[in-house]
């Protein structure tokens, strides 16, 4: 009785698995990362009694935008599609009558009985299918419980410190490979995987992946309050910092950062605030406007003096006198200075941006090109001309953009000449 009810199961289930699948996802919410294909059955269907965890030959799978469709045959991945459109799976293990030729087709409905049949009835396979959300996973915060360390650069006035900062925003990640993050991360699933089984482990991989993230935006001499305009460069140094955890491990990578905010202790602004007081008063020019400053209020101070204002300014002379500060000294050295730097600049040098006086056409600290003088030109020969023509190879100065010239010879930039009125062919 054992073997005729296996040959019976074995031949029922084979025909009830004739009819050809249709799978469907609907919009997938933001919480769900993976879930498993479901056969579109309607109330009129006669596709009620196959095996769910089998594909017919010929059966079709739809994939909408920002889905990725994966067909696993008993824990192997045998095809993937992540383009949007209807996907016909034609090279399926289980054959139906309604695919391809009808002879082949029930010679093939045999053998599949008599496969089942030694397995007691049963398929003997496993075949799903699998969406994946490669949509943006949006709005995961993340703050730092803990200071991170930041090193606050300014090679033009020899600024150096380490400081501690916190951070807090929201960032968004993408799964940019499906098959990786299958195999590493979600495997088999029976219905769905949501992103709370996984957004604890990357919260914290995320924020552990902020201080070397960081140290590289600190190369570029970033400013604490300059991190949060260079969310760009802060994404794709955390990419490169996550790239062996997140990419090569999971699958995945780092769309977006928004930093909320970036604050440091009172102290340690205070001291990058002392620092660049210190660099200015380097230059004697803004050392003798600050002692110019402070003698105009001194001045007040002794103006306004209870002993009497004489009182008042013989112990502001005497002060003065001992302290040995005299801004029209300073105001002379920093002339001397401008005057010398000035001497040793090159007859054809040039000072860059960043302080560096330069002799060639480009600035050898920080690589930029020596700006050309107001009202030249350069034409397509290559050289740099002030004239209304090239001296070397005789071409015109082309005109700005967005003008014309009328036929009086005049420049226009509207739609009529301003000289004769003649209107723009």
């Given at each position: 009785m054992?073997?005729?009810?296996?040959?019976?199961?074995?031949?029922?289930?084979?025909?009830?698995?004739q009819?050809?699948?249709?799978?469907?996802?609907?919009?997938m919410?933001k919480?769900?990362?993976?879930?498993?294909?479901?056969?579109?059955?309607?109330?009129?269907?006669?596709?009620?009694?196959?095996?769910?965890?089998?594909?017919s030959?010929?059966?079709?799978i739809?994939v909408?935008?920002?889905?990725c469709?994966?067909?696993?045959?008993?824990?192997?991945?045998?095809e993937v599609?992540?383009?949007?459109?209807?996907?016909?799976?034609?090279t399926?293990t289980?054959?139906?009558?309604?695919?391809?030729?009808?002879?082949?087709?029930?010679?093939?409905i045999?053998?599949?009985?008599?496969?089942?049949?030694?397995?007691?009835?049963?398929?003997?396979?496993?075949?799903r299918?699998?969406?994946f959300?490669?949509?943006?996973?949006?709005d995961?915060?993340?703050?730092?419980?803990n200071?991170?360390?930041?090193?606050v650069?300014?090679?033009?006035?020899?600024?150096?410190?380490?400081?501690?900062?916190?951070?807090?925003?929201?960032y968004?990640?993408r799964?940019?490979?499906?098959?990786?993050?299958y195999s590493k991360?979600?495997g088999?699933?029976?219905?769905?995987?949501t992103?709370d089984?996984?957004d604890?482990?990357?919260?914290?991989?995320?924020?552990?992946?902020?201080?070397p993230?960081?140290?590289?935006?600190?190369?570029l001499?970033?400013?604490?309050?300059?991190?949060?305009a260079h969310?760009?460069?802060?994404?794709?140094a955390?990419?490169?910092?996550?790239?062996?955890?997140?990419?090569?491990?999971?699958?995945?990578?780092?769309?977006?950062?928004a930093?909320?905010?970036?604050?440091?202790?009172e102290a340690?602004?205070?001291?990058?605030?002392?620092?660049q007081?210190?660099?200015?008063?380097?230059?004697?020019?803004?050392?003798?406007?600050t002692?110019?400053?402070?003698?105009?209020?001194?001045?007040?101070?002794a103006?306004n003096?209870?002993?009497?204002?004489?009182?008042?300014?013989v112990?502001?002379?005497m002060?003065?006198?001992a302290?040995?500060?005299?801004?029209?000294?300073?105001?002379?050295?920093?002339?001397q200075?401008?005057?010398?730097?000035?001497?040793?600049?090159?007859?054809?040098?040039?000072?860059?941006?960043?302080?560096?006086?330069?002799n060639?056409?480009?600035?050898?600290?920080?690589?930029?090109?020596?700006?050309e003088?107001?009202?030249?030109?350069?034409?397509?020969?290559?050289?740099v001309?002030?004239?209304?023509f090239?001296?070397?190879?005789?071409?015109?100065?082309?005109?700005p953009?967005?003008?014309?010239?009328?036929?009086?010879?005049?420049v226009?930039?509207g739609?009529?000449c301003?000289?004769?009125?003649?209107?723009?062919?």
């Amino acid at each position: 009785m054992g073997l005729i009810s296996a040959l019976v199961g074995a031949a029922g289930g084979v025909l009830a698995d004739q009819w050809k699948e249709f799978f469907y996802c609907e919009a997938m919410p933001k919480d769900v990362l993976v879930t498993k294909g479901q056969k579109v059955i309607s109330g009129r269907s006669s596709n009620t009694k196959g095996n769910d965890n089998i594909i017919s030959n010929g059966s079709k799978i739809a994939v909408a935008d920002g889905q990725c469709m994966m067909i696993v045959e008993s824990g192997l991945v045998v095809e993937v599609c992540a383009e949007p459109g209807e996907y016909i799976y034609d090279t399926s293990t289980e054959p139906s009558i309604f695919t391809g030729p009808l002879g082949q087709g029930i010679l093939d409905i045999f053998k599949q009985i008599g496969k089942r049949f030694t397995f007691g009835g049963d398929p003997g396979k496993d075949q799903r299918v699998y969406y994946f959300n490669i949509k943006e996973i949006l709005d995961n915060k993340f703050g730092t419980p803990n200071p991170v360390p930041f090193r606050v650069v300014d090679s033009k006035i020899n600024l150096d410190l380490d400081v501690s900062l916190r951070c807090s925003g929201v960032y968004s990640y993408r799964i940019a490979n499906p098959l990786l993050f299958y195999s590493k991360v979600c495997g088999n699933v029976e219905k769905e995987y949501t992103r709370d089984q996984i957004d604890a482990q990357l919260k914290t991989e995320f924020v552990g992946a902020l201080q070397p993230a960081l140290a590289k935006l600190s190369d570029l001499e970033l400013r604490p309050n300059q991190i949060v305009a260079h969310n760009t460069d802060l994404e794709k140094a955390l990419n490169e910092v996550l790239s062996t955890s997140w990419g090569e491990l999971r699958g995945l990578e780092v769309v977006s950062v928004a930093l909320g905010s970036v604050t440091l202790p009172e102290a340690d602004q205070e001291l990058i605030k002392q620092a660049q007081r210190a660099a200015m008063l380097k230059d004697p020019t803004y050392a003798a406007a600050t002692v110019a400053a402070a003698q105009a209020d001194a001045m007040k101070a002794a103006a306004n003096n209870q002993g009497g204002a004489m009182a008042g300014f013989v112990g502001l002379g005497m002060a003065t006198q001992a302290g040995g500060a005299n801004a029209a000294n300073l105001f002379q050295l920093g002339q001397q200075q401008q005057q010398q730097a000035a001497a040793q600049q090159p007859a054809n040098g040039w000072t860059c941006s960043c302080g560096t006086v330069v002799n060639g056409n480009f600035c050898p600290q920080c690589g930029t090109k020596k700006p050309e003088p107001a009202g030249t030109w350069t034409c397509a020969c290559g050289s740099v001309n002030t004239g209304n023509f090239c001296p070397n190879c005789g071409s015109k100065k082309p005109e700005p953009a967005g003008t014309w010239t009328c036929a009086c010879g005049t420049v226009n930039t509207g739609n009529f000449c301003s000289n004769c009125g003649t209107k723009k062919e």
